[in-house]
């Protein structure tokens, strides 16, 4: 009998990942997964943490790794889980993220607009079934939440599923943020099943409030950090001027017939279902390649936006506790209308407000709940002496204004 498939991918983070059935290796060599990797994880990141340049295929990978090691644990310990449901999870894993279209959350809304991405990653996944004769109906099943051990899904999407298990690890390790450490080799190993539902053991309660406060921090000081938050603004700024010209019959020439036609909505919303090929095709460089074309394009706001977006000639952010009073708002809009010779409408695109919400835990979305040896179970938030209780399981709310400061001069 000759010797099963196998692939072996050297990754920075944890070493080698395998590979070693022959349906995980059509699925990494179908387009539509290597898509992933002309998408980067962090978006902007990369502005201020030069090292942020991993893509979606490095998490992708990464996850499933945890995923590959979380099961062996799970079934180390007695817990029933099939081969059929071994390769369901780890293929759901794999393709979790299958959805996210260029610049990721950033653009979420914006190219394809009432449609989130967790559902675009179904459709992809369903086409995936089809072209490999319905061998990923588990894997569906799992990350609908549809399967009947519900734990297998919490270790695809809930609070402690390997997805955030990797995004923290990968994205502290490769900012060289050291606060997004966590200890993800031994929640793995504290993993268990009680009653159905996924749950750690007493001895892992450290490094699960270890695990929520790093997450906690990661947020604040590199995904909401405010230059990334003002790049990703600018971007959705810059798409939205276009989509407006589009609308006037001004000609906006893109770098590609894809972004294109996402851009031209005339219709209304696109019907993803049925441009799902399209969605497949389009990634990071279609749109920053057509934004250098765009900082030569004859409309000033699109032009001057997408030059200071490629030349990282930011908008300035500020963060406050309460919204910014009107007045401030509009003293910014009136100086740029002076700067740029725009009015007071353009000057929209130039300045503004809005706000940013980050939660540590919140226990009515999924529960953390912690398995004892005498058999209780208790959430997170409710054991003696936790340090997630109350005060972390409140969302902190954050008000930011955008504005320009001074004019680009032209290279």
């Avoid at 179908?30 to 295929?57: C, E």
């Avoid at 009515?364 to 398995?371: K, P, Q, T």
Wanted: charge should be negative; hydrophobic fraction near 40%.
């Amino acid at each position: 009998m000759p010797p099963s498939p196998r692939k072996i991918i050297n990754d920075p983070v944890y070493g080698f990942i395998t590979l070693d059935h022959p349906l995980l290796l059509d699925i990494i060599a179908h387009p539509y997964y290597q898509r992933l990797r002309r998408i980067h994880q962090m978006a902007f990141a990369h502005l201020v943490y030069p090292g942020a340049v991993h893509t979606r295929l490095h998490h992708s990978l990464g996850a499933y790794h945890l995923m590959c090691n979380a099961l062996a644990e799970l079934q180390r310990k007695g817990v029933p889980i099939s081969a059929e449901e071994e390769l369901g999870a780890k293929i759901a894993i794999l393709l979790h993220d299958m959805g996210h279209g260029p610049f990721s959350h950033a653009l979420e809304n914006v190219l394809i607009r009432d449609v989130r991405h967790e559902d675009i990653s179904i459709l992809i996944m369903e086409a995936l079934n089809t072209c490999f004769s319905g061998q990923l109906e588990t894997a569906i099943r799992i990350f609908r939440n549809e399967h009947p051990k519900r734990y297998l899904h919490q270790l695809v999407s809930g609070q402690l599923d390997t997805d955030r298990m990797d995004y923290l690890t990968r994205d502290s390790f490769f900012t060289g943020v050291s606060e997004g450490v966590i200890g993800y080799d031994r929640i793995l190993k504290m993993l268990t099943v009680h009653e159905g539902e996924l749950m750690v053991e007493e001895k892992a309660i450290y490094s699960i409030e270890k695990f929520l406060v790093s997450r906690r921090l990661m947020y604040w000081q590199v995904y909401l950090h405010k230059t990334v938050l003002s790049a990703e603004k600018m971007l959705v700024k810059i798409l939205e001027r276009a989509k407006e010209l589009i609308s006037k019959k001004v000609f906006v020439p893109t770098s590609s017939p894809i972004l294109d036609f996402f851009l031209k909505e005339e219709a209304g919303p696109i019907p993803i279902e049925q441009h799902l090929d399209k969605f497949c095709h389009l990634d990071d460089y279609d749109v920053m390649g057509t934004i250098k074309n765009w900082v030569f394009h004859p409309d000033k706001i699109l032009a001057t936006l997408s030059r200071c977006l490629i030349d990282r000639f930011l908008l300035k952010v500020r963060m406050q506790a309460t919204p910014f009073d009107e007045n401030i708002v509009q003293e910014h809009k009136e100086r740029v209308c002076r700067q740029l010779s725009i009015t007071m409408e353009e000057a929209a695109y130039f300045v503004f407000t809005g706000q940013t919400t980050n939660t540590t835990y919140d226990p009515s979305d999924e529960e953390i709940n912690i398995l004892f040896r005498d058999g209780t179970v208790k959430d997170i938030s409710k054991v003696d002496n936790a340090l997630i209780q109350q005060t972390l399981a409140s969302a902190v709310k954050k008000f930011y204004i955008c504005f320009l400061n001074t004019v680009p001069v032209p290279g």
